[in-house]
């Protein structure tokens, strides 16, 4: 073997270090790609002060012989001729391409690895092979990356905080755990436990080791499939918000990616069920035909690019939005407050790791994974029986059943019902409209008027007949009849309002959205209002119908849930 060839690369694996390996999650993700890659069945990595000082990734795979071991540092090791996309076609054994190459350039690395009974122990250092001997046998491969950087100040300087470097590192591995629910990770910073996968094959099982049960029992089973793309997984319930998109996790044949389109599916599907920069947590494994997919956008491969992409978006799209439907979304305070310290919306990426990890350090939790959740088909919240008992500080809807108490929120609640009312009046085709014996005088300010002239189109669509009076005022003869009756000049008002603002290309489906949102929220009862008994018996028997009862428009929830097991455990007449 030439070691003169290696140390002849070495700038360029240099160079190449700087695109392939930017800080310690990327050396842990090419580490632990070629221990899956090696058919491991236990990964574990271990790091010393968050990477920084050590990396070490232990696997039970395929070894490799002394002469595969020293090819593995070569750049494009001839043995396998490697390209991008051979990712999504098959698994390579062992190393691969010019990432370990890259990485030896840049740090310590020793290796030892073990095939046929015969062990192999290299050592490199800055791309230099300092030593190569036989090795005690072992199962599988052990690598141990030191000094990173060492030899490239300025990349040095780029590496960031300990706590920043282990939170990247253990965002990646929780994804690739996810990806890979048939093997067994396990990831420790200075000898304590981040956390650790069983390799059950369950994707429930694995959600709950990674995120605790607070999460894993809010997930809701999806699975679909069209011509081209099967998807498969679980998406959680709305009522699980966090504050980035860390937590929508797609994988395409089993590999992460990261796609905008696929992110804004899920975003999309979840439309009024939570508040906009609020997002779930998702766990999609999409299963398709490798052609379709083109990974050589980014040299970290996450980012894909997809042909067929719309189908794609349509069948993430509407698989969420039916499972949303089928499923009964009442969240259920008891259990909220007892379990959820890491559903706080308003936590950053760190702390939000740091509370994951003492959650899974200190809780001991059992979960039967052998009945899945069962989807709840939407009928059952339409069957749901509910008797109101009375409203509280003019704002609360209290009623019980069976099961338990429920408030709902009066404003919210009669929100959601106006916003889907008014939605399917203002996609009707044919428009019923009122004559007016007075008509109704808007008056604008100059800009106002020249505004609404240009969009006064839009105006005319829905149903509104009207002439000039006067200097900047128009008089509104005929309005469609959907407008909520003593209220219709405060809504034409709106609906004008939101014309004048409107701006650039004229999104017909958004401006619906915005009028229905604006009047839903203004004509709906506000908070200190004392209804009576019947309005609160109309508003319950018109929510029910909604497609989406659990949610007023802009996210927030209209209805929760005391369970009677759980008042019973609070005022100690059960004892568990
Ligand atoms: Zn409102
Ligand atoms: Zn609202």
Redesign the pocket.
């Known amino acids: 073997m030439s070691v003169i060839k290696v140390m002849s690369e070495n700038l360029a694996n240099k160079i190449a270090a700087g695109e392939v390996v930017e800080r310690c999650a990327s050396v842990v993700k090419e580490l632990v790609e070629n221990a899956i890659d090696a058919k491991a069945e236990n990964i574990k990595v271990n790091l010393v002060k968050g990477g920084l000082e050590e990396i070490s990734v232990i696997d039970d795979g395929v070894g490799m012989d002394s002469d595969d071991a020293l090819l593995a540092f070569q750049r494009h090791a001839t043995s396998k001729i490697y390209k991008d996309d051979d990712l999504f076609f098959i698994g390579t054994l062992g190393f691969r391409g010019e990432a370990l190459p890259s990485i030896a350039s840049v740090s310590e690395v020793t290796l030892e690895t073990c095939k046929k009974d015969i062990g192999t122990f290299i050592h490199i250092k800055g791309g230099n092979l300092l030593e190569q001997k036989p090795a005690s046998s072992r199962i599988g491969t052990k690598i141990t990356i030191t000094n990173l950087f060492y030899n490239t100040p300025a990349r040095l300087k780029f590496l960031k905080s300990e706590n920043t470097e282990l939170a990247n590192t253990t965002n990646f591995l929780e994804k690739i755990a996810l990806a890979h629910p048939e093997i067994s990770f396990s990831l420790t910073n200075d000898n304590n436990n981040i956390f650790k996968t069983s390799g059950s094959n369950n994707l429930l099982k694995c959600i709950h080791e990674i995120y605790g049960l607070s999460i894993s029992s809010k997930m809701l089973p999806i699975n679909k499939l069209n011509d081209d793309f099967a998807l498969s997984g679980y998406i959680s319930k709305p009522e699980i918000l966090k504050s980035n998109r860390n937590h929508l996790i797609t994988f395409i044949n089993g590999r992460v990616v990261r796609n905008n389109d696929i992110n804004k599916a899920i975003n999309d599907a979840y439309y009024t069920y939570k508040p906009d920069g609020k997002y779930p947590v998702v766990v999609i494994n999409i299963d398709t035909d490798p052609t379709l997919v083109d990974v050589n956008i980014h040299p970290t491969k996450q980012d894909v690019k997809i042909s067929k992409i719309n189908d794609l978006y349509n069948l993430i799209y509407e698989t969420i939005k039916d499972a949303l439907y089928n499923s009964l979304l009442i969240p259920d305070m008891s259990k909220v407050s007892e379990e959820d310290k890491n559903t706080n919306p308003s936590f950053t990426p760190i702390k939000d790791y740091v509370d994951n990890f003492k959650d899974l350090q200190g809780k001991q939790t059992t979960f039967d994974f052998g009945n899945e959740q069962k989807p709840v088909v939407n009928e059952e919240f339409k069957s749901l029986v509910l008797h109101p008992v009375g409203l509280c500080l003019g704002t609360y809807i209290v009623c019980d059943n069976e099961d338990g108490i429920y408030l709902l929120d009066q404003?919210?609640a009669q929100?959601r019902v106006n916003y889907e009312n008014y939605l399917a009046n203002l996609k009707k085709d044919k428009i019923n409209i009122i004559d007016l014996l007075i008509p109704i005088s808007i008056e604008l300010s100059q800009s106002e008027f020249i505004k609404f002239e240009l969009y006064h189109d839009v105006f005319d669509k829905m149903g509104f007949v009207w002439e000039v009076f006067g200097i900047n005022t128009i008089l509104v003869k005929s309005h469609p009849t959907w407008l909520k009756t003593g209220y219709e000049e405060e809504s034409i008002r709106k609906i004008i309002d939101l014309i004048i603002n409107l701006e650039g290309n004229f999104d017909p489906i958004k401006f619906r959205e915005n009028v229905a949102i604006t009047l839903?929220?203004k004509m709906?009862i506000k908070a200190n209002e004392h209804i009576s008994m019947l309005e609160i018996e109309g508003l319950l028997n018109n929510l029910v119908k909604c497609d989406n009862p659990y949610n007023?428009p802009?996210g927030r929830p209209t209805i929760i849930k005391f369970s009677i097991y759980e008042l019973e455990k609070m005022f100690k007449r059960a004892m568990d």
Do not use: D
């Open positions: 404003h919210a929100e839903a929220c709906a007023c802009h």
